[in-house]
């Protein structure tokens, strides 16, 4: 039987985002030495000023870095980007989102009214909070990423997880409704390996929610969310593993924000 055709690490993150280290080029070599068939980065920026994030003026320079790196080398390189979904801030994600000469957007959602819920730092802040009134609130936030249509991809979907604060209701039914909104904005959703290494430990999302997007006709992309060289691809037998048994037979290819569907 045929093995994998593409195999493709859409979300990683390099010394621009402030958290993160290596060089594009380290990380290229990684992935082809894995196996990967193509690499996307996605440095990280906030609308407004944050630590993690290039600022607007770093955006030329990534930009800048990551062509000329497309062009000296023969493995398939990606320019992506990781924006903040931040409600009230459209504006500022667009003039962003809309720059030429990006593969594709990941929008994501990593803060509460200004709560960055997946930092370490702030975990205390999840005492203050009823775990299914928090779901409701963080996917609301997902559908208003979706919908404004700005992103090409949803990243970390169900990141409200991480810390293992599991709600006591059945979420199925916001995860459906999530879905159908991410259907109707025609978005994908990113498979991403991180969450193996969280507390959580699972792959974001879940298989039930994976199984919902899959119902839905919801296209998805690989990510491992890496923040060092060394991480590229980090746990993608699993994530080939999850989207098999799910259904999925295709993931997503961005080029200049195009989709198109490849064989997995
Ligand atoms: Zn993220
Ligand atoms: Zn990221």
């Not at 196996?35 to 607007?56: F, R």
């Not at 005492?127 to 409701?136: F, H, N, P, R, S």
């Not at 090409?152 to 209701?169: C, R, S, T, V």
């Not at 999302?205 to 919902?212: E, G, H, R, T, Y």
């Amino acid at each position: 039987m045929e093995w994998v055709a593409m195999f493709i690490d859409y979300h990683v993150h390099t010394a621009m985002s402030g958290d993160a280290k290596g060089e594009l080029a380290e990380y290229v070599e990684i992935a082809r030495n894995r196996g990967l068939t193509e690499i996307g980065v996605s440095d990280h920026y906030h609308p407004e000023e944050h630590e993690y994030s290039m600022s607007y003026e770093e955006l030329a320079e990534y930009v800048k870095k990551v062509q000329l790196l497309k062009k000296r080398t023969d493995f398939p390189v990606k320019l992506g980007i990781e924006v903040d979904f931040i409600p009230g801030l459209e504006s500022k994600i667009e003039r962003v989102a809309k720059l030429k000469h990006f593969d594709y957007v990941i929008g994501s959602v990593h803060f509460i009214n200004n709560w960055g819920f997946d930092d370490p730092k702030y975990i205390s802040e999840y005492q203050k909070w009823d775990i299914v009134e928090l779901y409701g609130t963080y996917f609301s936030l997902v559908q208003q990423c979706a919908k404004s249509g700005l992103f090409d991809i949803i990243g970390h979907l169900d990141l409200i997880k991480k810390f293992g604060y599991e709600p006591k209701a059945d979420m199925t039914d916001v995860f459906m409704n999530t879905v159908k909104v991410f259907k109707e904005s025609k978005v994908c959703v990113e498979v991403n390996t991180s969450g193996l290494s969280a507390p959580c430990r699972e792959i974001y999302p879940s298989k039930a929610f994976l199984k919902i997007c899959f119902d839905n006709g919801i296209p998805i992309t690989l990510g491992s969310d890496a923040h060092a060289p060394e991480d590229v691809g980090k746990n993608f037998s699993q994530s080939l593993k999850l989207i098999r048994e799910v259904g999925y037979e295709n993931i997503a290819r961005f080029t200049y924000r195009k989709l198109e569907l490849v064989e997995i």
